[in-house]
C-alpha cells in the first residue's frame, strides 16, 4: 500500500457536531496587511514571489433578494509571513492578483475554488495555474465532508467560527472582525495544505484534475 493510500486509510472521513464543538476555537494570530499604498503592493508582490504555497480565498456582499448577484470585493492571499488582503474596488490590486493566479511555480490552494475563480474572472482577466482545491483532495482520500470548517476539524484539529460570513465585505473600512475572519480562512487553507502535503494526499495526478475542475 503505497503512502497516499494509507494515510486516506488512516484520517476520520466526517466530523461529528458534537467533535466539533468539543475542538478549541482557533484565529489567525499572525500579521495581516491591508494591501492599500504602493509601498503596500511592492511588499506584498516581494512577500508573494518568493512563496511555494499561498491560502487564498475570497469574500463578496452578501445577497438578501431573489435574484441578487454580487462580485467578490476582497481577495485573501495568506503566505508563511503573513495573511494579505486586497480591496477588489482598488483597481491597482488587478495586475498583482493576476500574476499570483498565473504563476505555475507558485500552488494556490483553497476550497470550491471553482466558483470563486469563475467569479473573480468578472471583475478581472485571468488563466489560472497551480490552483489546488483542499476539498476534492479530501473527497479523493475518501472523505465525506469537503467544507472548509469541517476539514480544519479533520485534519487540523480545531475550530474556526463562523462569525462575520454575511457582514457587509463591501465597506471600504473593515471591521477588525471581519479582517480576523477573512485572515483565518486563507491561513487555514494555507495550513490544510501543508498537512495535505505531510500525509502524502498530493500526488501530480491530483493536481491536474484538480487544475481541470478549478478552470472548468
Not at 143 to 170: D, E, H, M, V, Y
Amino acid at each position: 500500500m503505497n503512502r497516499a493510500a494509507k494515510a486516506a486509510d488512516e484520517i476520520a472521513r466526517a466530523i461529528s457536531r458534537e467533535d466539533m464543538v468539543n475542538l478549541p476555537i482557533r484565529r489567525y494570530e499572525g500579521e495581516v496587511r491591508r494591501v492599500a499604498t504602493e509601498a503596500d503592493f511592492e511588499q506584498a508582490a516581494a512577500d508573494i514571489r518568493n512563496e511555494r504555497v499561498v491560502g487564498l480565498d475570497t469574500e463578496t456582499r452578501p445577497a438578501f433578494r431573489k435574484g441578487e448577484i454580487h462580485l467578490p470585493c476582497l481577495v485573501q492571499a495568506a503566505t508563511a509571513r503573513a495573511v494579505y488582503l486586497f480591496q477588489l474596488g482598488r483597481a491597482e490590486a488587478y495586475p498583482l492578483l493576476t500574476a499570483l493566479l498565473e504563476e505555475s511555480r507558485t500552488v494556490k490552494a483553497g476550497v470550491a475554488l471553482a466558483y470563486d475563480l469563475r467569479s473573480l474572472k468578472r471583475v478581472f482577466p485571468f488563466e489560472e495555474r497551480s490552483v489546488v482545491d483542499l476539498g476534492l483532495i479530501a473527497r479523493g482520500a475518501g472523505g465525506r465532508q469537503t467544507g472548509l470548517r469541517n476539514l480544519a476539524g479533520i485534519f487540523l484539529g480545531f475550530r474556526i467560527p463562523k462569525g462575520n460570513r454575511t457582514s457587509n465585505w463591501a465597506a471600504p473600512q473593515l471591521s477588525p472582525a471581519q479582517i480576523t475572519y477573512a485572515a483565518t480562512d486563507a491561513w487555514v487553507c494555507r495550513e490544510l495544505l501543508l498537512r495535505f502535503e505531510a500525509l502524502g494526499l498530493l500526488s501530480r495526478t491530483d493536481d491536474a484534475k484538480i487544475h481541470r475542475a478549478s478552470a472548468s
